[in-house]
């Protein structure tokens, strides 16, 4: 009899998360002071994070070990199965062979608490009695509460208002895990009061919440303030989903010929595919690692390499990265968690190298191969993940087309059962299509005034 899931033990849990920069080989840029334009140390980020992150955010070692506290939280859901999805090859009489890594059976439904966790400990080991984030859709929100209550840490969310008064369930799972949830813009920061003095019906943005997180941060010695993406040691953490893939794919005997994630600020995207680009750049293998992104928010297949900020403020320092530019406001689409500006800076690199692909799609194409997984495999995935979904029916398609039986690894990194509005628009037939013209970009990537890279 054929099997439909590939699991692993606990015994097989990573020990070591995968470093990247220590294989590429061109080193990301270094981050660049917003006012002076000079490139800064990790000495700047110490206000807000603690020392032994800032140490792996700049680390160039190729392995990093886990520590045995964290191995052993992550045993509450890890290792994570692998699906060969039978169901859908036969649905798309494809002669290809598709894989997929399911991250949904985290307790907050996502990849997300690879990293939570991490952050979470050495917050804990260093004294530290608060954490502050910021989330939008409340995926990271619900990561972070889950994984301070873990580690018996006061988790302090800003969650921008519109999704905290559209997303009830989200907040209310952040509350279980015991973490104050704030509609930001709140009157507790002086950028929050700042801006409700302006417009005091404010539905708040991504940009607003992260300044008011990073302010409480910034103002308190015993809180510290945590970032769920973009961020190279985020990246990192999350390396524990490919290496255990890695694992698995030998395991059903295969290798994936395509490996492909939905991409927002680049981490479950880092997650899965860094072990196997490692395989790459270590053995020569030519595995195509492809990010699938919104075409609504293009930032790796229009945007431009170059420095710009995290934030929509302009607060954070100058990232080296693929950017539609930090005012750029992307369509209100479904898929929350991809509505980012920028891409991280390892991600960004390995592009600009070519190491990686990167491909957009619509959302309307999205829900059609998200609904197609779930009436196949059963699982109903979240509208992020939905795209690398869409990006895999397609290269099914064109297996069938060539009469090529590739292999296909999909990262379905989180479920959608918060997501449920998404899936009401779509078979109601009010989803729109997010086209975004040609001059819209342009207009956006004028906006831009930071510093070019040669
Ligand atoms: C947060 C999130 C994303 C986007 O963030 P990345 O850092 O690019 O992974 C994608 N999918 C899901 C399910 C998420 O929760």
Redesign the pocket.
């Known amino acids: 009899m054929k099997n439909r899931k590939i699991l692993l033990t606990e015994k097989e849990i990573p020990e070591k998360w995968y470093n990247i920069i220590h294989d590429m080989p061109n080193k990301p840029l270094p981050p660049l002071h917003p006012g002076t334009k000079e490139p800064i140390g990790p000495e700047a980020l110490a206000p807000l994070f603690p020392m032994e992150l800032i140490k792996q955010e700049v680390a160039t070692e190729k392995w990093i070990e886990i520590p045995e506290e964290v191995r052993d939280a992550y045993k509450l859901w890890r290792p994570t199965p692998m699906f060969r999805a039978y169901e859908l090859e036969k649905m798309l009489d494809t002669p290809a062979k598709i894989y997929y890594k399911y991250e949904g059976v985290s307790p907050s439904g996502?990849?997300?608490p690879n990293t939570a966790i991490a952050q979470a400990y050495y917050n804990r080991q260093e004294g530290v009695k608060r954490i502050t984030t910021e989330t939008g859709a409340g995926?990271?929100g619900s990561a972070l509460s889950f994984a301070c209550q873990h580690f018996g840490i006061e988790c302090e969310v800003y969650m921008v208002k519109i999704s905290y008064n559209q997303k009830p369930y989200r907040k209310i799972m952040m509350n279980t895990w015991g973490a104050k949830v704030y509609a930001s813009p709140t009157n507790l920061t002086e950028a929050g009061r700042k801006i409700l003095a302006e417009a005091p019906d404010s539905p708040g943005s991504l940009g607003i919440a992260i300044s008011e997180a990073v302010e409480r941060a910034a103002t308190d010695d015993n809180t510290k303030y945590a970032l769920?993406?973009v961020l190279n040691h985020v990246l990192m953490h999350q390396t524990v989903i490919g290496q255990e893939a890695v694992i698995q794919m030998e395991k059903a005997g295969d290798l994936p010929d395509i490996v492909v994630a939905?991409?927002?600020?680049?981490?479950?995207?880092a997650g899965i595919s860094f072990p196997f680009l490692r395989l790459n750049l270590e053995e020569g293998k030519n595995i195509r690692c492809i990010a699938s992104e919104p075409a609504s928010c293009p930032k790796l297949t229009r945007g431009v390499f170059r420095y710009d900020f995290g934030d929509t403020v302009g607060m954070t320092p100058l990232l080296p990265m693929y950017t539609l530019g930090h005012t750029f406001v992307p369509a209100p689409i479904h898929a929350g968690?991809?509505r980012y500006h920028g891409a991280g800076v390892v991600v960004s690199q390995l592009l600009k190298d070519k190491l990686i692909e990167a491909v957009a799609h619509d959302q309307v194409e999205c829900f059609d191969a998200g609904v197609k997984f779930a009436r196949a495999e059963g699982i109903i995935p979240?509208p992020?993940?939905n795209h690398a979904i869409a990006t895999a029916i397609r290269e099914a398609e064109k297996c069938k087309e060539e009469g090529v039986g590739r292999t296909i690894l999909i990262h379905l990194?989180?479920h959608g059962h918060f997501d449920l509005g998404a899936y009401e628009n779509y078979f109601s037939g009010n989803l729109e299509k997010h086209e975004i013209t040609s001059e819209e970009i342009e207009a956006a990537l004028a906006r831009i005034d930071t510093p070019v890279i040669e």
């Open positions: 996502s990849h997300k995926q990271w769920g993406s939905p991409f927002g600020g680049g981490s479950n995207f968690g991809l979240a992020e993940t990194c989180g």
